[in-house]
Every structure is written in structure tokens, then in C-alpha cells.
């Protein structure tokens, strides 16, 4: 029986083609979405996969919301914890609003969605918690206070996580992306790209969502069973650890 994964924020940019990869995988995928409807019954037209509509920064919203998805396709084996938002502001004029809504769903999104399933999995004696962080929560980035503490936040969280579960075959991995051919980093003026951006990376270009999909499938497998605690840098070399 194919094994079920939830993708947050699994409609658009880095989320759609990791719901996209897990499904021509062969992985039976629920992708969870926050609030465009329209972008999310595109993606799931054109996919198949179903979407689930919920806050992840809400507690009683993802339980609900779990509690569905497995009802209709099964309990979660793989969980990637892919949702975020950014508020950027330099932090001398940022509102605790600005911060607290980044934190909200870029790190309380770590319990409110993993919480519900991980009993499950340590139960069964499989899971894959596969969590996207991104290279501002390794290096920082001007602007992104609230972004870069929550983004660091999360690693230490798959830390801590996968030293309780790894004994009953729980695994918790993290991904650090660097500049992505996504619509938002795509909206920034060509110019800027080729001038201040793609001179940072090594490689000389942006990467790709599909790239960041092929290294969740791997982390996914289940011969991955001995990767835990590790955070998987995909920066072209912008950024080395």
C-alpha cells in the first residue's frame, strides 16, 4: 500500500512541486493550503492531488484538518513541513504583528502540524518529518529578523525531534534552499537577479523547485532510515556548512 504524505503549503511554488514529485513517486499526497483558493483548485485540476484548506498556525485547525486527510487517504507516514510566509521589514520598524504572524506560521506551524501525527508514526515505527527552512535561517538576511529567527528555529527544532524518535524509526530532516525560480523570487527586477543575486552563487544561477522536490523524495524513502537530524544545504554554494 502506498504511503501517505501531507505537503503544507503544497499548492504553490516549492510546495506544489514537492506534492507534485511525491505523487509520481508513487506516494498517495494531501496538499494542505492557507488561504487562494483559486491557485489551489488549479494545482489540484491539473495534479489530482487533493487539497485541504487549513490554518497551520492554528492548533484546533490542523487537527481537524489531519484528522481529514487521514479519514480519506490513510495516516500520515511523511509529513513535510513546507508552509511559510514572510513579513519583511528591517526589525527597528517592524510591529509585533510582523513578527508574531512570521513566527506563528513559520514555527508554531512545527507543532500544530507535527503533533497530530507523530504518535501515529512512532506507533507504526516509520515516519518522515521533512521540515524547509532556508538558507536567511543559517547565514540571516537583512530585512528577514523575524524570517531568518524562525527559519533557524525549525533546525533546531528537527534536532531536538529526531534524537526522541529515532529509536521507533521516526526520522526529522531539515532542507535549507537558497534562491529559487519561484514566483516571488522571479518578481524581483531581472536586473537585480543578474547584479546583486546570481553573483552570490557559485553555481551562476537560480535553483529550481524540482531540485528541492528530489531531495525530499530522498529524505522520504524509506531506505532513508539512517539520515536523521541532518540539514540538507541547497544553495548552489551561496552558503556552505
Not at 37 to 42: F, G, I, L
Not at 217 to 241: E, H
Request: glycine share 12%.
Amino acid at each position: 500500500m502506498a504511503r501517505v504524505a501531507l505537503v503544507t503549503g503544497g499548492t504553490r511554488g516549492i510546495g506544489a512541486a514537492i506534492s507534485t514529485a511525491l505523487k509520481q513517486a508513487g506516494y498517495k499526497v494531501a496538499a494542505n493550503y492557507g488561504g487562494n483558493d483559486e491557485a489551489a483548485n488549479a494545482f489540484k485540476a491539473e495534479t489530482g492531488i487533493p487539497v485541504y484548506k487549513f490554518d497551520v498556525s492554528d492548533p484546533a485547525a490542523c487537527e481537524a484538518g489531519i484528522k481529514t486527510v487521514a479519514s480519506e487517504l490513510g495516516p500520515i507516514d511523511i509529513l513535510v513541513n513546507n508552509a511559510g510566509i514572510t513579513r519583511d521589514v528591517t526589525f527597528h520598524r517592524m510591529t509585533f504583528e510582523q513578527w508574531s504572524a512570521v513566527m506563528r506560521t513559520n514555527l508554531d506551524s512545527m507543532f500544530t502540524c507535527t503533533r497530530p501525527v507523530i504518535e501515529g508514526m512512532r506507533e507504526r515505527g516509520f515516519g518522515r518529518i521533512i521540515i524547509i527552512s532556508s538558507i536567511n535561517g543559517q547565514k540571516g538576511q537583512m530585512g528577514q529578523a523575524n524570517y531568518s529567527a524562525a527559519k533557524a528555529g525549525v533546525i533546531g527544532f528537527a534536532k531536538a525531534l529526531a534524537q526522541e524518535n529515532a529509536s521507533r524509526g521516526v526520522t526529522v530532516n531539515v532542507i535549507a534552499p537558497g534562491y529559487i525560480a519561484t514566483e516571488m523570487v522571479k518578481a524581483v527586477p531581472e536586473e537585480i537577479l543578474k547584479t546583486k543575486v546570481l553573483p552570490l552563487i557559485p553555481v551562476g544561477r537560480l535553483g529550481e523547485a524540482e531540485e528541492i522536490a528530489r531531495g525530499v523524495l530522498f529524505l522520504a524513502a524509506d531506505d532513508a532510515g539512517f539520515v536523521t537530524g541532518s540539514t540538507l544545504t541547497m544553495n548552489g554554494g551561496q552558503y556552505m556548512t
